[in-house]
C-alpha cells in the first residue's frame, strides 16, 4: 500500500468552504479512482490554513497513472484548487512498521 502525502495550505477565511469541498471532491471523484483505498484529512492548530490530507493507495500508478493522467484529476481540482493558496506539496510513502 502506498500512502500520498498532501501538505495544502489556503487562503486565509476559507476554511469552512474548503472543508466541504474537500469532503465532496474525496467522496465523488477520488473514492470512484482504482486503487483508493482511504482517506484522512487534519487541519493545523498552529496553521489553521494548513491541511494534511492522507490517500491510501493500492499502488504508486494507481495514483500517478490511473488517477493523475484521467479525466478525474482535473474534476479534483477543479472541487479544491480555487481554495489553494498555492500548489500543494506531494510525496508518497512505503509503509515501513505500524502499531497493532
Same mark, same amino acid.
Request: without cysteine; proline residues 6%; negative net charge.
Given at each position: 500500500?502506498i500512502?500520498e502525502?498532501?501538505?495544502?495550505?489556503?487562503?486565509?477565511?476559507?476554511?469552512? =468552504?474548503f472543508?466541504?469541498?474537500?469532503?465532496?471532491?474525496l467522496?465523488?471523484?477520488?473514492s470512484?479512482a482504482k486503487?483508493?483505498?482511504g482517506f484522512?484529512?487534519?487541519r493545523?492548530i498552529?496553521?489553521?490554513?494548513r491541511?494534511?490530507?492522507?490517500i491510501? @493507495?493500492s499502488?504508486?500508478?494507481?495514483?500517478?497513472?490511473?488517477?493523475?493522467?484521467?479525466?478525474? $484529476?482535473?474534476? @479534483?481540482?477543479a472541487?479544491?484548487?480555487?481554495?489553494?493558496?498555492?500548489?500543494p506539496?506531494?510525496?508518497? $510513502?512505503?509503509?515501513? =512498521?505500524?502499531?497493532?
Amino acid at each position: 500500500m502506498i500512502l500520498e502525502l498532501a501538505d495544502i495550505r489556503i487562503q486565509p477565511g476559507q476554511n469552512a =468552504a474548503f472543508e466541504e469541498a474537500i469532503q465532496r471532491g474525496l467522496a465523488t471523484v477520488i473514492s470512484q479512482a482504482k486503487g483508493f483505498n482511504g482517506f484522512k484529512v487534519n487541519r493545523g492548530i498552529e496553521s489553521p490554513e494548513r491541511y494534511i490530507l492522507q490517500i491510501f @493507495w493500492s499502488t504508486l500508478e494507481d495514483h500517478n497513472v490511473g488517477f493523475r493522467e484521467s479525466p478525474a $484529476f482535473a474534476q @479534483w481540482r477543479a472541487i479544491v484548487g480555487p481554495f489553494f493558496a498555492g500548489p500543494p506539496t506531494v510525496e508518497h $510513502f512505503e509503509l515501513v =512498521a505500524r502499531s497493532q
